[in-house]
């Protein structure tokens, strides 16, 4: 969300008036309450118009925070409370965005806080511009200077623990964009005299107290220096240590600047070396020695001083030592040489001291300005900061606070100048007429110091490039002379009488009266320092050190560049550079900070009025409240004034369409402000009383309570109604969602119970109807019972008359002819085919059929059989018999009888009627033969086998060689007991004698034939017609046989492959004939 724009103003919360021009009424006494009401309020900053008074608290104040930074960032001026922020923002701003460059003047006695201001405006200016690795570098750069400067140039006085002791000005330097980008340092007369000399209560420069501090064992023995500040003549005792002042922490703090700065490490160190020579040169002291001319010569008392001071700075003992006892003058050629007594010897030993360490502070300023020089050459913004000494009044004051003051004289006057001028300028631009203030204008004290002809510098100088004895008397004398007249100068001894009684003006001072107050100098020391001599024999031997920074530091003492001509005077020289400064400050825009300091006593929470009044007084602050309402006290932008007072309004309020300059005339009109009171600007809208301004404040801030109310109401009445609507849409959605919820939680509950009640109901109904129609059933059946009884009773009844008592059984009888007659006739229609095997038979229609089908279905197989039998002859008969015989014989007990099935059974193979090979042997036989077959007669002795005749009569088996015919044997059937045969697929047949017989003899005998089964079919059937007795046949494949004596086992084996296919047989041994069956 963005943040809420809150326009604010400087008149909001106000404590006291945040701008003095608003004061009413407006005296010294109103002032000082308010800047010190606001003081209290810890409200340090008050504006006049566009200045910014700033009260020094003492004390750290949380309004310098990083947060404080971002509020007053790009805000106006007027918006918030006075702060030194608000007029920094203001400055760079208007440098940034309309290319002016800015200076800002921070003026104020001593310990007002001018040098914390300067600070607060680089460091809120440093966080408000650009960032980035270089811009930070530049920044840091910059505020690191501070630190360093400040160690070699501040002071503890009686007015300020951290007194400056040199005027700075800083040109801060940035781009078209507004990033830092370096800087340039001016410093401006060093009080040098403070080296030599500290006034009571007040220290030497801190870098003397932070380097005994705070350096190392190491660094203080190469220095030569030892840690005790009671060694050094130099160092004031009675303040060397300040109250919240660590001089050792901010020794650190100074190295490390410098080296932020970009000092290398052996600069640093050779400006260690200076201060510490300069320490040493302090505590080198002399002793008078007469001389034979009478005169006194000095001496120096301890050389071990000098020497450690020559070994610090490379110096020849010598050369130096000669440069503290002789002074040579040099006129046109004539270089004349004299002794320098004991005052002089000391005199040359501080000037020494003097000019080495301001010579090295403005070496330090060049050094710190080519560290932070801006890098480019492109045209830059300025943003100059002027932090110089402030406005100071000692008991004793010299050439020094002479100085100074004028300074600060100057730079009043270019505040009165620049702020009559700009407010001058505003009048001209804003078209509104001119009115003249009176104000003190103090450019006649800046005439009464700085004229050419016969200002005091002028004067001055004169006195010190006059020939003759010059002394600080003369010079008195002459001011007194010239000066008698003016205005602002008091003396003794001038002319003018008016002084002469005057006791608080001692003879040997003058007074000026500056625009801060009278300050009395002690005129003494004003020739000398102005002349700011050293003699030539020292800036010599320093030019001749082996130390490279000292030599730098006296280019003078270079005999190749001797100058017979004096240097310029401290005095002209100042006035010139702050000449230059003026003529800078002149065409920059200035801001102005005026510093005041609450009390003397360097305390928080203490105002005192008195030092408060002086300062209001000499600062002019009143009359710059004065120039500033002369004509109109308050002014502002139309369109800020609009936006403030709008409300006031109905035409303006809430929004006011045309340009802002007519809505703040309209709201004028209207709230009948008299036409006296204001006028109209180009762009601001001037008001002439800040009573006008007040009143317009209250009506705001009652119509800012009445608007209050009302947006309360408003959003009460609002945040109520929605609230209400809120509630509102919630119960409906609720109530909604609850009426949803039971009606269907109803309809559920009214479906269930539907449910049931109907389920209840169509059980019933079903039940109901169910007991109906069984009802109906049953009645239908019993009607239908009755109605055949009935009906039967009737037909009974009628008919009786026309059957005999035993009608039933004959109708029964008949009906069951008419079924028998009608299964016949459907049976003739379905009759099978005639074939034996036809399996087929009709289905049985009538269960009480059955037995009559099973029946008729045989008579039909039998009858068929007998069919099929009569159509055979009685040959055929005759073999169907033998093949039936044969079936009964050997099916499923030899393996070789299927084979045999198919063959028809021939009997007499052999044609024995026939061949007439064999006519003896037919003649032979006179009965019927059988069987005539050739079979092979397996050799009882070895198994081999011999073809005979088989010949099977009816009464004989009969075996014929045969090739001749003729009867080898012959065996009645009635010695014939046996057959025997394997199992198996081959044709050996064994027939067994009865033992004792006559042919049994030779023993049994044992053939293979092809027609085995028929022979040994007929063999059985011939036996049995003829003996009445069964044959037996033995089907086995191991039998015995009876060969002769022995009994031979015929075993059947399985032959393997190499037997062949035929059967084999083998005598294995007498007992055992083998054959191998394939
Ligand atoms: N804004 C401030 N907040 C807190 N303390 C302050 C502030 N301004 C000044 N002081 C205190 O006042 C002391 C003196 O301030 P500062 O050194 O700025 O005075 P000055 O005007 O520069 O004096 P001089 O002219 O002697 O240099 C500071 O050391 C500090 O303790
Ligand atoms: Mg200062």
């Known amino acids: 969300m963005a943040k809420m724009e809150v326009k604010t103003s400087l008149l909001d919360n106000m404590i006291g008036v945040g701008d003095m021009v608003l004061l009413e009424p407006l005296t010294e006494e109103t002032f000082i309450n308010n800047l010190k009401k606001r003081f209290d309020h810890n409200e340090i900053y008050t504006y006049i118009g566009s200045v910014v008074i700033s009260v020094n608290p003492y004390r750290s104040l949380p309004i310098y925070s990083p947060e404080k930074v971002e509020d007053y960032r790009n805000r106006n001026f007027y918006e918030l409370s006075p702060h030194i922020f608000a007029l920094s923002d203001e400055a760079y701003r208007s440098l940034r965005d309309q290319d002016k460059d800015q200076c800002i003047l921070i003026t104020g006695e001593s310990g007002a806080g001018k040098t914390e201001a300067s600070k607060l405006v680089m460091s809120y200016v440093a966080a408000v511009c650009g960032k980035g690795a270089e811009v930070n570098q530049v920044k840091e750069q910059l505020l690191q200077s501070n630190p360093v400067l400040e160690a070699f140039g501040n002071a503890k006085t009686v007015r300020n623990d951290n007194s400056s002791r040199f005027g700075k ?76 002042v660590d001089d050792a922490a901010n020794f650190r703090t100074v190295r490390n600047a410098m080296q932020i700065v970009g000092f290398m490490d052996h600069e640093a160190e050779a400006v260690l ?108 913004k300025v943003m100059g900061v002027l932090d110089i000494y402030g406005f100071e009044i000692f008991e004793d004051n010299s050439f020094e606070q002479f100085i100074i003051n004028y300074c600060n004289e100057k730079l009043q006057q270019i505040f009165i100048e620049l702020t009559l001028k700009e407010e001058q300028e505003e009048y001209i631009r804003e078209d509104i007429e001119w009115t003249h203030i009176d104000y003190f204008n103090n450019a006649i004290i800046c005439d009464l110091i700085e004229n050419n002809t016969n200002g005091i510098l002028a004067m001055l100088d004169e006195e010190c490039l006059r020939p003759g004895t010059v002394t600080d008397d003369t010079f008195l004398e002459k001011l007194n002379q010239v000066c008698a007249t003016h205005q602002h100068f008091e003396s003794r001894m001038s002319r003018c009488s008016r002084f002469l009684n005057d006791t608080t003006l001692p003879h040997s001072c003058f007074r000026i009266q500056h625009y801060a107050g009278k300050v009395l100098y002690q005129v003494e020391g ?81 105002f005192s009025e008195a030092l408060v009044c002086h300062q209001i007084r000499y600062l002019g602050l009143l009359e710059n409240v004065r120039v500033r309402r002369a004509g109109y006290a308050f002014r502002q932008a139309y369109e800020p004034c609009l936006e403030r007072y709008k ?49 317009l404040e209250d009506l705001r801030k009652q119509r800012l309570e009445d608007l209050a109310t009302l947006i309360q109401k408003i959003y009460r009445g ?34 269930r119970s539907a449910l049931v009640i109907q389920s209840y109901i169509r059980g019933w109904k079903a039940r109901k109807l169910l007991r109906e129609l069984k009802h109906q059933k049953r009645c239908e059946e019993a009607a239908t019972t009755i109605a055949a009884y009935w009906h039967g009773t009737q037909v009974r009844r009628e008919y009786r008359k026309f059957f005999r008592a035993n009608a039933g059984k004959k109708i029964y009888e008949f009906t069951i002819q008419r079924i028998v007659q009608k299964y016949f006739l459907e049976m003739k229609s379905k009759m099978p085919s ?95 033969i059988i069987i005539a077959e050739v079979v092979n007669k397996i050799n009882r002795a070895n198994g081999k086998s011999t073809s005979r005749i088989f010949l099977l009569t009816n009464n004989n088996l009969l075996l014929a060689d045969q090739k001749s015919g003729q009867i080898k044997s012959e065996v009645p059937l009635v010695d014939v007991t046996k057959v025997s045969m394997s199992s198996q697929n081959d044709g050996f047949f064994a027939i067994h004698l009865k033992e004792g017989s006559e042919a049994a003899s030779k023993g049994d005998f044992l053939f293979s034939s092809d027609h085995l089964i028929e022979m040994a079919t007929k063999l059985y059937r011939t036996t049995l017609s003829q003996t009445r007795q069964k044959l037996n046949i033995e089907i086995s494949d191991e039998f015995l046989v009876q060969f002769r004596q022995d009994k031979v086992c015929v075993k059947f084996i399985q032959g393997t492959q190499k037997n062949g296919s035929v059967p084999t047989c083998k005598r294995k041994n007498n007992r055992l004939l083998e054959v191998a069956v394939p």
């Open 526 to 606: 004003f020739v000398d320092k102005n002349n700011d001599l050293l003699y030539r024999d020292l800036s010599q031997a320093m030019w001749k050190a082996g130390h490279t920074l000292i030599k730098s530091l006296f280019p003078e003492g270079n005999p190749a560049k001797i100058n017979l001509k004096r240097p310029p005077t401290a005095g002209s020289q100042f006035k010139a550079s702050v000449a230059t400064l003026m003529r800078n400050l002149q065409t920059k825009n200035p801001n102005y900070i005026r510093c005041i300091k609450p009390n003397d006593k360097k305390a928080a929470h203490i």
């Open 273 to 380: 070396e200076v201060v510490a020579a300069v320490l040493k040169l302090g505590n080198i002291e002399f002793k008078p020695e007469s001389r034979v001319n009478g005169l006194d010569e000095s001496k120096i008392k301890d050389k071990n001083e000098l020497k450690e001071i020559c070994e610090l700075t490379a110096i020849d003992q010598s050369v130096l030592e000669r440069a503290f006892s002789f002074r040579t003058v040099e006129a046109k050629q004539e270089k004349v040489s004299t002794t320098l007594n004991v005052a002089q010897a000391y005199y040359a030993r501080d000037a020494l001291a003097k000019n080495l360490y301001s010579r090295l502070f403005s070496w330090l300023v060049n050094r710190i300005n080519e560290s932070i020089k801006a890098q480019t050459k492109v045209r830059k």
């Open 834 to 928: 005639l074939s034996p095997i036809d399996k087929n038979w009709p289905p049985r229609p009538y269960l009480f059929l059955d037995s009559t089908h099973k029946e008729l279905r045989r008579i039909f197989h039998l009858w068929r059989c007998k069919k099929y039998r009569d159509q055979f002859t009685d040959q055929q008969k005759l073999i169907y018999e033998e093949k039936l015989e044969a079936s009964e014989l050997f099916k499923d007990k030899k393996a070789l009888y299927p084979s045999s099935v198919g063959q028809p059974f021939q009997g007499a193979y052999l044609e024995i009627n026939k061949n007439p090979k064999y006519k003896k042997l037919k003649d032979a036989i006179e009965e019927k």
């Open 718 to 751: 609002w945040k109520c109604r929605t609230h209400f609507l809120l509630m509102r849409r919630s119960q409906i959605v609720v109530a909604a969602w609850f009426r949803r919820f039971a009606q269907r939680k109803r309809y559920q509950q009214t479906k």
């Open 169 to 244: 000005y800083m040109d801060i330097e940035f781009d078209f964009k507004g990033d830092p980008l370096g800087g340039v340092i001016s410093n401006y007369l060093l009080e040098k005299s403070r080296v030599v000399k500290q006034p009571r209560g007040e220290r030497n420069f801190h870098v003397f107290y932070q380097l005994l501090s705070g350096a190392s064992e190491e660094l203080l023995e190469k220095l030569k220096l030892e840690r005790d500040f009671s060694r050094y003549n130099y160092l004031s005792l009675d303040s060397a240590r300040v109250n919240g």
């Open 647 to 695: 409300m006031l309004c109905k035409q303006t309020w809430p929004h006011w369409r045309g340009p802002a300059r007519a809505g703040v005339e309209v709201l004028f009109n209207e709230l009948e402000i008299p036409v006296e009171e204001y006028s109209f600007g180009r762009s601001k809208i001037f008001i002439r009383n800040p009573r006008t301004l007040f009143k």
